[in-house]
Nanobody, 119 residues
C-alpha cells in the first residue's frame, strides 16, 4: 500500500494549485485522509483533513482559501489551494488511514510534493 502525491509546483502569490494524492495497493477501505505541510526549518503541520463521511477540518491559516475533498472510488484525496501566499510554501504530504488485506489498519504517508509561492 502506498500513497502518491501530484500537483505541486511554482505559482505566483494569489494563484491556485490543486494537489492530488492517490492510494495504491491491496486496499480494503480508507478512513480519514489528510494533508500536512512542512516548511524549511519548521515542524510539520496539519493543513486539512477529511473523514470517510467527508467531514472536513482546516487549519486556521488556510480556512476560506483551501478546500479538501475525496473520491472514494478513485482512492484519491484532493487539496484545492486558492489565493496562495508565500507563507504557503512548503512540502505537502498526504496521509491516510488505510485498511489493507495484509496489514490491517495503518497510517500511510505519501512522498510529498513541493509547493512554492513567489511574491
Amino acid at each position: 500500500v502506498q500513497l502518491q502525491a501530484f500537483g505541486g509546483g511554482l505559482v505566483q502569490a494569489g494563484g491556485s494549485l490543486r494537489l492530488s494524492c492517490v492510494a495504491f495497493g491491496s486496499i480494503v477501505s480508507i478512513g480519514d485522509m489528510a494533508w500536512y505541510r512542512q516548511a524549511p526549518e519548521k515542524q510539520r503541520e496539519l493543513v486539512s483533513s477529511i473523514s470517510s463521511d467527508s467531514s472536513t477540518n482546516y487549519a486556521d491559516a488556510v480556512k476560506g482559501r483551501f478546500t479538501i475533498s475525496r473520491d472514494n472510488a478513485k482512492r484519491t484525496v484532493y487539496l484545492q489551494m486558492n489565493s496562495l501566499k508565500p507563507e504557503d510554501t512548503a512540502v505537502y504530504h498526504c496521509e491516510a488511514n488505510i485498511l489493507s488485506r495484509t496489514a490491517g489498519w495503518r497510517g500511510t504517508w505519501g512522498q510529498g510534493t513541493q509547493v512554492t509561492v513567489s511574491s
